[in-house]
């Protein structure tokens, strides 16, 4: 993953690469076209947690970030994040949490995400989002 | 002990002197001699007492079989050479009582063998009590007779026990906190015979007039009314019952009261006493319905929040993909309307979700400190105007603040929902009274008594002279989307909110209610011994005295000593300072942080995200947040690199302290502005149907 080269100077998601994990294909799409509107051109999708955690294994290196619904039957988004946070430490991550979702956030939160952002949200509110994860990102790197 | 049942040892010792008589008198009569001696030996032997007999010289002459029972080194055989003197020391060593008056009589015996009369008390080896008594028997015999008097001594100490015990039990049943009645159906009319304390507690004044009546009069006096007939059925049958019944006790308060009723079968089979065991139930049937009442709005709460969980994913995907269809479709109007109205739907659904969030929620811990005279106070004045002519609000608020720690828009949410409802509970017009006062922990009412968290407790008092509302309405006020208001003018959301807000801050409402009088809503905060989070003091004119205490500031800035200096100047005035070197560090630094950030202080050009998009990507998350922005540029024209938005709020560098004093007062007064917006975006609804019955009721939640 080379999101700090790609970034270096402003933000230009036209660059980044990234992975929506949401059960429901509806939101998939509508984050999708939401990425899209915001000039991102490169954007994967995983149904649920197992599919995700097999395309990261085999193509790490094409995605910059990642974006999940906490809420997935089968392995959740906080599962999701545990056991990539044990492989990937420093993997970009942000977490979709519903509005009555605190304790979940805390969790999230534990579990070392890179940043949140609750249900429903508009675009500006995902821009900033997905800002703050990339900053985030570079400062580490 | 000497006077245990002297007369039997009487009778025993007539019997044996009588046959020493005869033996004497039998003297030389050979054959009747024999008969005699053997009559009397064989009376000895099967007396139920012990007997010992020793001669003149204090040798031992005979014995029985039951002596040895007590004594049992007295068997036949060693009695042999056992002399008068050794029973003696034995006996000695053996009495009970402490005047050790067998030693007397022992001297006694040595001086004059042949005149005493002697009776002791003894305690044998195995602990049984025996009175022995001994007489010298003309002149040749001295004869003991020895009675195990411990089945006696036992009897005594029963009835000892016995007394004693009815003693105690008589004050246990004068201590119960049930009140416990005794009454004599073997007496014509059954009259009663015994009243315990807490009986003549719950009768009060009426007992004194009481008297020794019957059943029908202790119920006439406990103003029990249905309820009397099945006791006094029960009771005429002389048949066990058991019933609970409510009564109107004084200022109309309910009791309720278990009344328990049996009849005693003595052992003829007839009815010896009716016993009447009355318990107050009260706080019992009160915790019974709070608890059932509990347990309902958290399944009515886990319900909506499931709800408004799966609604909210589906709301946002409409929302989502309407706003982009909205984009894309610019230059066509009448499509564009369409998405509109699916976006303004979405909003409303959204607005809708939220509510039922806020009912289920449960206890948030808030740091935030407010003062709820304050937020009172600046509430009932953005509302006065929403009640129209025919309503009068009248405020009364005490003058010192009163500390309260919840979020700030809790009491206003709470004091909105409460006046809509009052004033539309009041279709033909009328008044609503708003009271704030402190109450101790020890006058709330028992709802909050279960689980108190602070000494005092504020109390919001909302009272109208509206239509009032039956019981059965009472009872689903904070059921979310129950509604007395017609179709299309209320969500049923309103008390629910009310009542999930209260109860995440800790405190409780009760409501009182009486049809055609009016309803009284009482909501109760704890009051917080912290003081109030945020305050602003400023004197006029002066703004080198102004403390905005407790207020956060976030300054974004890249050059550090600018942003050292406007950070300085902001905590002088007291404020909590976040600071940031460019437009992304803004907007992380802000992610992070969990408090609310009251005003933004941002350059407008920086490296990567400038100013004026730092406040546009921030508004939507914290739609709070005031704005200023500092630049060296003009704020607008050709000279500035980025144009502000029109009704930006702009500090000239270099920054001051007294304009940025001056300004950030100015900004962070606008809040109260903010909140009419909110409140004229209420919706309007203005009658309400009431399908009430003339009944009253009361309910309350915590």
């Not at chain 2, 019952?241 to 308060?253: K, L, Q, S």
């Not at chain 2, 009482?522 to 403390?547: H, L, Q």
């Not at chain 2, 803004?586 to 407008?604: F, I, P």
């Amino acid at each position: 993953m080379s999101l700090s080269s790609k970034l270096d100077h402003g933000i230009d998601f036209s660059e980044v690469k990234i992975l929506i994990v949401d059960d429901q294909s509806e939101a998939r799409a509508m984050l999708k076209n939401m990425l899209t509107e915001m000039g991102v051109t490169q954007v994967f999708e995983a149904p649920d947690g197992r599919q995700a955690l097999s395309f990261i294994d085999t193509a790490f290196d094409f995605i910059d970030l990642i974006i999940c619904d906490w809420n997935m039957p089968g392995i959740t988004g906080v599962e999701l994040l545990r056991q990539l946070r044990t492989v990937y430490p420093d993997v970009p991550f942000l977490m979709i949490t519903g509005r009555s979702d605190m304790g979940s956030v805390a969790e999230a939160k534990a579990c070392g995400v890179t940043a949140y952002i609750r249900k429903p949200f508009s675009i500006t509110q995902l821009e900033a989002k997905l800002r703050v994860v990339v900053k985030k990102s570079l400062v580490k790197a | 002990m000497h006077n245990y049942y002297p007369h039997i040892i009487s009778v025993e010792f007539l019997l044996i002197l009588a046959l020493f008589f005869v033996l004497i008198w039998a003297k030389g009569r050979n054959k009747t001699e024999l008969l005699l001696k053997n009559a009397a030996e064989e009376i000895i032997e099967s007396s139920e007492y012990g007997h010992i007999i020793f001669d003149k010289d204090g040798s031992f002459v005979k014995s029985n079989k039951k002596i040895a029972e007590y004594f049992p080194f007295l068997t036949q055989k060693k009695a042999q050479n056992y002399s008068l003197q050794d029973f003696f020391a034995f006996l000695y060593d053996h009495a009970v009582d402490s005047d050790k008056s067998v030693r007397n009589v022992m001297l006694d015996v040595s001086n004059n063998p042949q005149g005493y009369d002697f009776r002791e008390v003894i305690k044998n080896e195995e602990g049984r009590l025996c009175l022995v008594c001994g007489k010298a028997i003309s002149h040749d015999l001295t004869v003991f007779v020895v009675r195990d008097i411990s089945l006696g001594q036992k009897r005594e100490e029963r009835m000892l026990d016995l007394g004693k015990r009815n003693v105690q039990l008589q004050q246990a049943i004068e201590a119960s906190t049930s009140g416990i009645i005794v009454s004599d159906p073997k007496q014509s009319d059954n009259p009663v015979v015994f009243y315990n304390k807490a009986m003549k507690d719950f009768l009060g004044g009426a007992f004194y007039t009481l008297g020794d009546r019957g059943w029908l009069a202790v119920f006439d006096a406990m103003k029990f009314n249905e309820e009397k007939k099945e006791l006094l059925l029960a009771i005429t049958k002389y048949q066990n019952n058991e019933i609970e019944a409510r009564i109107v006790g004084e200022g109309d308060r309910l009791h309720w009261f278990s009344i328990k009723t049996t009849a005693v079968i003595d052992e003829a089979g007839q009815v010896d006493l009716i016993i009447g065991v009355f318990n107050e139930i009260t706080l019992l049937k009160e915790r019974e319905a709070q608890m059932s009442h509990t347990q309902k709005m958290d399944a009515l709460g886990r319900l909506a929040a499931g709800i408004a969980h799966d609604f909210n994913n589906v709301l946002s995907i409409i929302d989502g993909f309407s706003k982009m269809a909205a984009m894309n479709l610019e230059g066509n109007e009448k499509a564009s309307k369409y998405l509109e109205r699916i976006q303004s739907a979405s909003k409303r659904g959204a607005a809708l979700t939220r509510k039922m969030l806020t009912f289920s929620r449960h206890k948030v811990v808030s740091g935030e400190v407010i003062d709820m005279v304050d937020v009172v106070k600046v509430q009932s004045e953005l509302l006065m105007p929403l009640l129209g002519a025919s309503i009068a609000l009248d405020v009364r608020i005490p003058k010192d603040e009163i500390p309260v720690m919840c979020p700030p828009d809790t009491i206003e949410q709470v004091i909105m929902n409460l006046v809509i409802n009052a004033r539309d509970a009041m279709p033909e017009g009328g008044r609503i009274l708003m009271q704030l006062f402190t109450e101790g922990a020890e006058s709330v009412p028992n709802i909050i008594r279960e689980k108190i968290v602070a000494e005092n407790y504020a109390c919001l008092k909302i009272l109208d002279t509206g239509t009032g509302m039956d019981e059965e309405t009472l009872e689903k006020i904070f059921d979310p989307f129950f509604t007395t208001k017609g179709a299309g003018k209320g969500t049923g959301l309103g008390m629910s909110v009310v009542y999930g807000l209260v109860n995440e801050s800790g405190g409780a409402i009760n409501v009182v209610s009486e049809q055609g009088k009016g309803t009284t809503m009482s909501v109760y905060f704890p009051i917080s011994n912290k003081s109030v989070t945020r305050k602003i003091i400023a004197e006029e004119g002066d703004a080198s005295k102004i403390c905005l205490q407790g207020f956060t500031a976030l300054v974004a800035e890249d050059e550090p000593d600018l942003r050292l200096l406007v950070s300085n100047i902001l905590e002088d005035m007291g404020l909590e300072v976040l600071q940031a070197k460019d437009g992304d560090e803004a907007l992380v630094v802000q992610d992070e942080y969990e408090g609310k950030v009251d005003v933004l202080l941002t350059d407008v050009v920086m490296p990567g995200l400038n100013g004026v998009k730092l406040a546009e990507l921030m508004h939507e998350e914290r739609p709070d947040t005031k704005v200023i922005f500092m630049s060296g540029y003009p704020a607008n024209g050709d000279m500035a690199p980025v144009s502000l938005p029109e009704s930006a709020c702009f500090i000239a560098k270099p920054v001051n302290y007294d304009s940025l004093a001056k300004l950030l007062l100015q900004k962070l007064k606008e809040d109260r502005n903010d909140d009419l917006k909110k409140i004229e975006d209420l919706p309007q609804w203005k009658t309400v149907e009431s399908q009430n019955d003339g009944k009253e009721g009361k309910t309350n939640v915590a």
